[in-house]
């Protein structure tokens, strides 16, 4: 089992294969870790690890990471680690995959390094249609697992809940003005349920400048021509 150390943080990882990297951001939501690939309608691994190099992280506190909690904490603190980490294998540029909450760890990446990101490939990202509720009850469940800890403390956890998702932005990292000035290739996978709403996924394809949407995606010949889309956009975006 690989560990990175980001300051007073532990980070998981795996490297599979060979070629040009590429960042997976894990679904999960605040369990985000590597594990969660495999309930994926195809696990994004398997599918690149022939043509890329392939980096998987468990998120802090998910999975095997684990990370002191502060309430200044947010999604930069989650996009320092994803991008300490990358420069730890030497890898200065690299293409980024996340689904569900991988979707707003992505664009945030390429909000705070833009330089760094190549392309994003976006997978039912999550995102704000009347569900707020959903969110902090997702949150809550996650929390309460880590409170007997004494690095977790009651004040810090409420301070994060508060910086990742009791905002107005319908993205949760952002909002969608910031957004359309992202000039980074993106390719959206659409979502279809309350956490991942068909709406976000068309407005970020709608809004990037130099996004495409793919409708369906998760099952038959879909899942695997859409795989075979994505392996196809990464490479088109890899020099």
Known sequence: MTFFYNGGCRIHYTVSGSGPAVLLLAPGGMRSAISFWDNAPW????ALQQNFT???????????????INAE?????????QLALMSHLEFERFAVAGM????PFALNLIRIAPARVRAAVLMQSIGRDGNYDLFLQMFDSWANELLPHDSRPPEAIA??????????????????????AMTTPMLILRGDDSYHPSVTSEMIAATAPHAELIAAWKEGDEAAQAAQQMEAFLAQHSG
Do not use: H, K
Request: net charge negative; aromatic share 10%; hydrophobic share 40%.
């Open 159 to 180: 301070g994060l809940r508060a910086n990742l998702f009791e905002n107005e932005a319908s993205l949760f990292c952002m909002v969608e003005t910031e957004l359309s």
């Open 43 to 46: 696990n994004p691994i398997e």
């Open 100 to 103: 569900c909450i991988g979707g």
């Open 54 to 68: 392939v980096v998987a992280m468990d998120q802090r506190n998910a999975g095997q990471s684990f990370g002191i």
């Open 73 to 81: 904490d947010g999604w930069d603190t989650y996009a320092e680690d």
